[in-house]
Nanobody, 120 residues
Framework: QVRLVESGGGLVQAGGSLRLSCAASGRIRSINAMGWYRQAPGKQRDLVATITSGSSTNYADSVKGRFTISTDNAKNTVYLQMNSLKPEDTAVYYC??????????????WGRGTQVTVSS
């Protein structure tokens, strides 16, 4: 069974920075892509950033230039460096991964989320 665990969320003032981490564990053969999504209260879950095994990245327009996604493949970990945070960035941030498991195949997995709150 694959497990994704996020960490690094917290409370920060507008203009500040946070770095989120997400570590994948389990019987993992390979990870095709990882990403971050966020969901504010009463809103849908939206894509923030993704990164493929080939290091191709994609960002939501609202975070482009402020957020950076990266991976540590040896640790099966994805990071989201968030700079110049705005109150509108407040949300629960979820880690997502498309993973091939040994003797199972491909699957789409989600972490439980970590809260990011940006105060004015």
């Amino acid at each position: 069974q694959v497990r994704l665990v996020e960490s690094g969320g917290g409370l920060v003032q507008a203009g500040g920075s946070l770095r989120l981490s997400c570590a994948a564990s389990g019987r993992i053969r390979s990870i095709n892509a990882m990403g971050w999504y966020r969901q504010a209260p009463g809103k849908q879950r939206d894509l923030v950033a993704t990164i493929t095994s080939g290091s191709s990245t994609n960002y939501a327009d609202s975070v482009k230039g402020r957020f950076t996604i990266s991976t540590d493949n040896a640790k099966n970990t994805v990071y989201l460096q968030m700079n110049s945070l705005k109150p509108e960035d407040t949300a629960v941030y979820y880690c997502n991964a498309f993973i091939m498991r040994d003797s199972v195949g491909w699957g789409d997995y989600w972490g439980r989320g970590t809260q990011v709150t940006v105060s004015s």
